[in-house]
């Protein structure tokens, strides 16, 4: 199955720092926005930042704006996210996908996605 594979994630404390990675699938990839969501324990996935294909355009949600940014590197086909000011609110399972329809912020806009990986950040 076609997937995006993350990798990255880790326990930190808050404040601290973590980068994740996104190995976009196929090389076809490139052509197409990228986005990254967290899904906390109890909660719906939500929107986190995503990137257009050229990496000229991003898109942040409010909650992660100044300390987050997203990247890509089309040659290696894959996108990162640097993760800054960690808060304990930021613990949650991160997934990234290939944006194909509609809206950027919109889950259901995207596709292939990855198994995730853990990020926490305690307190």
């Known amino acids: 199955q076609v997937q995006a594979v993350e990798s990255g994630g880790g326990l930190v404390q808050a404040g601290g720092s973590l980068r994740l990675s996104c190995a976009a699938p196929?090389?076809?990839?490139?052509?197409?926005?990228m986005g990254w969501f967290r899904q906390g324990p109890g909660k719906e996935r939500e929107f986190v930042t995503a990137?257009?294909?050229?990496?000229?355009?991003?898109y942040y949600a409010d909650s992660v704006k100044g300390r987050f940014t997203i990247s890509r590197d089309n040659a290696k086909n894959t996108v990162y996210l640097q993760m800054n000011s960690l808060k304990p609110e930021d613990t949650a399972v991160y997934y990234c996908?290939?944006?194909?329809?509609?809206?950027?912020?919109?889950?259901?806009?995207?596709?292939?996605w990855g198994q995730g990986t853990q990020v926490t950040v305690s307190s």
């Open positions: 996908a290939v944006h194909l329809r509609g809206s950027m912020y919109s889950v259901t806009g995207y596709d292939y």
């Open positions: 196929g090389r076809t990839a490139s052509s197409y926005g």
């Open positions: 990137v257009s294909w050229s990496g000229k355009n991003q």
